[in-house]
């Protein structure tokens, strides 16, 4: 072995046995404890709180919590029936809306769009911008949008589609541009060379393998909007409703403005039916990422 080549060895040595003395000094270690206090201090107070919520709405699990309206005479019969279809009808308007639109614009800002104009750089600033932007924003959008549609009453189906849309649309168009990045630019270059046009390649090589991931981005993303409250609020979403929704423009309640509404009664028993769609909502948006989850296990590609 050579001088040089020993020299080099135990300069190596060194630098590894000084960069672990560094590791594991006292304040990398205090910092380590800190984050890892922090993490199972924020994880223990959910599990409390959804035992906690859990055990308040236990007595109410039945059948009527399902199959029945809210009720002003016997509230320990309440159900939140017109919340659960109109959260659902909301969930189908909203992906109508907002999934086919924030899918268009992705592909169009990722596979089209020149990013050396000045108008592109100001449309992707503020597209990162929206989605930091409060939801109570996305209900007056919704509200003027629907005057500018000549609708009289916002508290509709399509309100709350539009509220809800504009609020996930941000998030489905940077997903789907993330899941179009993923792909591997030689499927790209391949099809290209085969002599297939722009369109072509994207609409039959890129976006069939970015699949998984838009998917995955959707789905979150409804998710998100199915415990929103806030815009449905402004649009004007009832608190109670005694009758199923039928279109686009009935006028329906929503699962989290019904359980807005109830926390704020004084009877125990709305208190207790509360607590109990609470866990219905979460159940909702837990079987959604579920879902999510296993949409991304399965179409998931590895490049």
Same mark, same amino acid.
Request: glycine share 8%; proline share 3%; no cysteine.
């Given at each position: 072995?050579?001088?040089?080549? &020993?020299?080099?060895?135990?300069?190596?040595?060194?630098?590894?046995?000084?960069?672990?003395?560094?590791?594991?000094?006292?304040?990398?270690?205090?910092?380590?404890?800190?984050?890892?206090?922090?993490?199972?201090?924020?994880?223990?107070?959910?599990?409390? =709180?959804?035992? %906690?919520?859990?055990?308040?709405?236990?007595?109410?699990?039945?059948?009527?919590?399902?199959?029945?309206?809210?009720?002003?005479?016997?509230?320990?019969?309440?159900?939140?029936?017109?919340?659960?279809?109109?959260?659902?009808?909301?969930?189908?308007?909203?992906?109508?809306?907002?999934?086919?639109?924030?899918?268009?614009?992705?592909?169009?800002?990722?596979?089209?769009? %020149? $990013?050396? &104009?000045?108008? $592109?750089?100001?449309?992707?600033?503020?597209?990162?911008?929206?989605?930091?932007?409060?939801? +109570?924003?996305?209900?007056?959008?919704?509200?003027?949008?629907?005057?500018?549609?000549?609708?009289?009453?916002?508290?509709?189906?399509?309100?709350?589609?539009?509220?809800?849309?504009?609020?996930?649309?941000?998030? +489905?168009?940077?997903?789907?541009?993330?899941?179009?990045?993923?792909?591997?630019? %030689? +499927?790209?270059?391949?099809?290209?060379?085969?002599?297939?046009?722009?369109?072509?390649?994207?609409?039959?090589?890129? =976006?069939?393998?970015?699949?998984?991931?838009?998917?995955?981005?959707?789905?979150?993303?409804?998710?998100? @909007?199915?415990?929103?409250?806030?815009?449905?609020?402004?649009?004007?979403?009832?608190?109670?409703?005694?009758?199923?929704?039928?279109?686009?423009?009935?006028?329906?309640? @929503?699962?989290?403005?019904?359980?807005?509404? =109830?926390?704020?009664?004084?009877?125990?028993?709305?208190?207790?039916?509360?607590?109990?769609?609470?866990?219905?909502?979460?159940?909702?948006?837990?079987?959604?990422?579920?879902?999510?989850?296993?949409?991304?296990? &399965?179409?998931?590609?590895?490049?």
């Amino acid at each position: 072995m050579s001088v040089a080549t &020993k020299t080099a060895r135990e300069t190596v040595e060194i630098v590894r046995e000084s960069g672990r003395d560094r590791d594991r000094n006292l304040a990398s270690i205090a910092f380590l404890v800190g984050l890892w206090f922090s993490l199972f201090f924020g994880v223990m107070v959910l599990v409390v =709180l959804i035992l %906690d919520t859990a055990i308040s709405g236990s007595s109410r699990f039945d059948a009527n919590l399902l199959t029945e309206y809210i009720s002003r005479i016997s509230p320990e019969t309440s159900g939140f029936r017109a919340g659960i279809l109109g959260t659902l009808w909301l969930m189908v308007a909203t992906a109508v809306l907002a999934v086919p639109l924030g899918i268009a614009a992705a592909i169009w800002l990722e596979e089209f769009s %020149d $990013n050396t &104009k000045w108008y $592109n750089r100001i449309l992707e600033v503020n597209l990162q911008n929206l989605a930091a932007v409060p939801s +109570i924003v996305y209900g007056l959008l919704a509200v003027a949008t629907m005057t500018l549609l000549g609708f009289q009453a916002t508290g509709i189906v399509l309100g709350g589609a539009i509220a809800l849309a504009l609020l996930i649309l941000p998030v +489905i168009i940077i997903t789907t541009r993330e899941a179009l990045r993923a792909v591997p630019q %030689d +499927i790209r270059q391949g099809s290209l060379a085969l002599g297939a046009t722009v369109w072509q390649t994207t609409w039959r090589q890129t =976006l069939p393998s970015a699949i998984p991931g838009i998917s995955t981005g959707t789905i979150l993303g409804i998710s998100r @909007a199915i415990g929103e409250a806030a815009p449905l609020v402004v649009v004007g979403l009832a608190g109670s409703v005694r009758f199923d929704p039928t279109g686009i423009t009935s006028v329906i309640t @929503a699962l989290p403005q019904q359980i807005y509404s =109830l926390t704020s009664q004084s009877q125990e028993e709305y208190q207790t039916a509360a607590s109990a769609a609470i866990v219905v909502l979460l159940v909702m948006v837990l079987g959604l990422n579920a879902l999510a989850i296993v949409i991304r296990n &399965k179409f998931q590609r590895t490049w």
